[in-house]
């Protein structure tokens, strides 16, 4: 009997062991392969400076998503390539992932998508290592994009045979992290909006052309998988509507970008299902250098000459989850995405998406820019731009300027505030 307790003494004391090296501290100096992966060695000897085009295209196609190939091949876009780059978030987001770890767990909502999906979640990356991909969509859901944002940004409307056809100027304000924060107090939650059960609060609105200046947006997301709820303002009649704000296939703005498109995926991970693929590494732009402003605008975009929409930008090779997403709604626009997850970020530099009849239809690319600070602020949202393969119409996202963390106030958000915006 001694012998069998000593036996299982020492089982217990092997298992406990073995749990506390699984619990080693995430670090900053070894974020990325800690809570993804590497990217292929093969991929880190290519030189940087090294250009990829339609000539050489066939080299490289290891490394690049099979519809980019296409891009480059039959529209001509080239890859300006640097060094890879490892991208960690704030201090603060590390700790709150090292102090929160292993608690968030999964619940199986099977085609029940209004219901919520994650349970013990407070702040941080729920999973490191993601083993599926739903964690690796909760992932993005709760990435590091800081806690708030205040960005300024041009909308092209480009025409794949004409070039531009309209602009629009915008202020786009938020705080994304009104609960589960990791950077500005408090810290991890403004009472007033947990009490309310919303996690994301957001005011948008036009600053030009004359004609559509002061028309806004005011709209808050639930932590629930329900529709974003709010108000818009409408200068010509200078009233406030209320609204639901469609994020199952309704255009933003009449343009090429459905609500959800922005940022890559804004709707809930509930809404979907996620298929993972495979783990790569591929060219993309996580260190765009791409330059910012209005005056700015043709040395970031190839304006000039058809297409019109080659975004002018740095890649590099990245480790990346490639994840097939289909929609729980029957009457969802794209019968299936794919969604490229950067793995130390994950944030979704681009997708591609199909139509009903299984066609391919839209190509989303995002750039990002360095972060300011490391220590404190996440990389920073640069460039975007959607493409209509099958109307060869395309938007742009020109960013003039892009701020986070700046401790916005939640006396912003607020009706009275819209109507003061939109007059």
């Given amino acids: 009997m001694k012998r069998i307790v000593t036996i299982l003494f020492a089982g217990t004391w092997l298992l406990l062991q073995a ?56 529209y001509g876009l080239v890859l300006k390539t640097v060094a890879y780059q490892p991208i960690r978030p704030s201090d603060g987001y590390i700790e709150a992932t090292n102090k929160y770890r292993g608690q968030p767990q999964i619940v199986d909502v099977g085609k029940e998508f209004r219901k919520r999906g994650l349970r013990n979640y407070t ?29 300024y940004y041009t909308v092209f409307w480009i025409s794949g045979t004409n070039g531009i056809e309209h602009t629009e100027f915008w202020r786009w304000a938020f705080i994304i992290r009104t609960i589960n924060r990791t950077d500005l107090e408090p810290i991890p939650a403004i009472k007033q909006f947990l009490d309310k059960g919303l996690q994301y609060t957001s005011i948008t609105y036009a600053l030009e052309p004359y004609d559509k200046k002061g028309f806004g947006a005011l709209y808050s997301r639930s932590v629930d998988p329900l529709d974003q709820q709010g108000h818009i303002y409408v200068p010509a009649m200078r009233r406030v509507l209320r609204n639901t704000f469609g994020t199952r296939g309704d255009t933003w703005n009449s343009t090429d970008l459905l609500y959800e498109d922005v940022r890559g995926y804004m709707g809930y991970p509930e809404w979907m299902s996620w298929k993972l693929l ?43 989850y490639v994840v097939e997403v289909t929609a729980k709604f029957p009457d969802y626009p794209y019968t299936k995405q794919i969604m490229y997850f950067d793995a130390e970020t994950f944030y979704i530099p681009y997708k591609e998406t199909y139509d009903k009849k299984g066609q391919l239809w839209k190509l989303v690319l995002i750039g990002v820019n360095d972060s300011p600070d490391p220590e404190s602020m996440p990389p920073l949202y640069a460039t975007c731009v959607v493409v209509d393969l099958q109307s060869e119409h395309a938007t742009i996202i020109h960013f003039d300027k892009v701020k986070a963390n700046t401790d916005l106030n939640p006396k912003m958000f607020t009706l009275s505030n819209l109507r003061k915006r939109g007059r």
Avoid at 39 to 58: C, H, S, Y
Wanted: glycine fraction near 8%; charged fraction near 25%.
């Fill in 19 to 74: 749990a506390a090296g699984a619990q080693e501290p995430i670090t900053a100096e070894k974020w990325g392969e800690q809570v993804g992966f590497k990217p292929d060695p093969e991929a880190l000897k290519i030189p940087a400076g090294t250009t990829i085009n339609k000539k050489n295209v066939a080299k490289y196609e290891r490394w690049l998503a099979p519809s980019m190939k296409m891009w480059i091949e039959k």
């Fill in 123 to 151: 702040a941080g990356l729920p999973f490191p290592q993601p083993r599926n991909g739903l964690e690796v969509a909760w992932n993005y859901q709760y990435a590091y994009n800081g806690d708030d944002g205040d960005t």
């Fill in 278 to 320: 495979e783990k790569k590494t591929l060219f993309m732009p996580m260190h765009a250098h791409a330059k910012l402003g209005k005056k700015n605008a043709r040395k970031c975009w190839d304006l000039d000459h058809p297409p019109y929409w080659n975004p002018k930008q740095k890649y590099e090779p990245r480790p990346v």
